[in-house]
Nanobody, 126 residues
Framework: QVQLVESGGGSVQAGGTLRLSCAAS????????MYWFRQAPGKEREFVAA????????SYADPVKGRFTISRDNAKNTVYLRMNSLKFEDTAIYYC???????????????????WGQGTQVTVSS
């Protein structure tokens, strides 16, 4: 079965940097698009970034454009999210997700079409 395990979360001051990692297992990683979502307290889960199975196509939510970078290493079955210039409003649980279907980009606003990790907490203090 698909397993997604996030790591790299923690506490950081505003303006700081964190890099999240998500290690995937259970099937051929290089065939599936990958995603980062986040959920802040009292808010709905929201899309952060997406990357295609080859890594050639990336997409970002407007609030993180220019600050966050998604990447993947298919040899290591891992997707990353580098977060620069962190803001207080970036505080959330960050979730890694994988599209259930190979070779396509899943809906950025949908949840049921993806497998999910357990999440990692990111706390930014102002």
């Amino acid at each position: 079965q698909v397993q997604l395990v996030e790591s790299g979360g923690g506490s950081v001051q505003a303006g700081g940097t964190l890099r999240l990692s998500c290690a995937a297992s259970g099937r051929t990683f290089s065939a599936y698009s990958m995603y980062w979502f986040r959920q802040a307290p009292g808010k709905e889960r929201e899309f952060v970034a997406a990357i295609s199975w080859t890594g050639s196509t990336k997409s970002y939510a407007d609030p993180v454009k220019g600050r966050f970078t998604i990447s993947r290493d298919n040899a290591k079955n891992t997707v990353y999210l580098r977060m620069n210039s962190l803001k207080f409003e970036d505080t959330a649980i960050y979730y890694c997700a994988q599209c259930r279907d190979a070779g396509r980009i899943c809906g950025l606003g949908q949840f049921e079409d993806k497998y999910w990790g357990q999440g990692t907490q990111v706390t930014v203090s102002s």
